[in-house]
């Protein structure tokens, strides 16, 4: 089994900051690309950014020089630092990780998702 848990979502004034982590546990025998998604009410789901096991980045244009991804492959766990946050980044905020487990399957799996509120 394996288990993508998000934390760090919340309420946020305009320009604040808030840093996201999603931890995977479970039987993880490597994990390759690590990412962001969003989702705000009404809209679809959008990619946020992505970065893979050697540490590349790609970031969607909405949130360059804003959001950064990094990753700490020895916890399993990726991070969304989001800097001068403005209403529009509110949305509820999943990871996602594509994984390979000891049994050889490999397959992405999700975070169940954390609510991130920019206020005015």
């Known amino acids: 089994q394996v288990q993508l848990v998000e934390s760090g979502g919340g309420l946020v004034q305009a320009g604040g900051s808030l840093r996201l982590s999603c931890a995977a546990s479970?039987?993880?025998?490597?994990?390759?690309?690590m990412g962001w998604y969003r989702q705000a009410p009404g809209k679809q789901r959008e990619l946020v950014a992505v970065?893979?096991?050697?540490?590349?980045?790609n970031y969607a244009d909405s949130v360059k020089g804003q959001f950064t991804i990094s990753r700490d492959n020895a916890k399993n766990t990726v991070y969304l630092q989001m800097n001068s946050l403005k209403p529009e980044d509110t949305a509820v905020y999943s990871c996602n990780a594509d994984i390979i487990t000891y049994s050889g399957a490999i397959r992405r799996y999700w975070g169940q998702g954390t609510q991130v509120t920019v206020s005015s």
């Open positions: 479970g039987s993880i025998f490597s994990i390759n690309a």
């Open positions: 970065i893979t096991s050697g540490g590349r980045t």
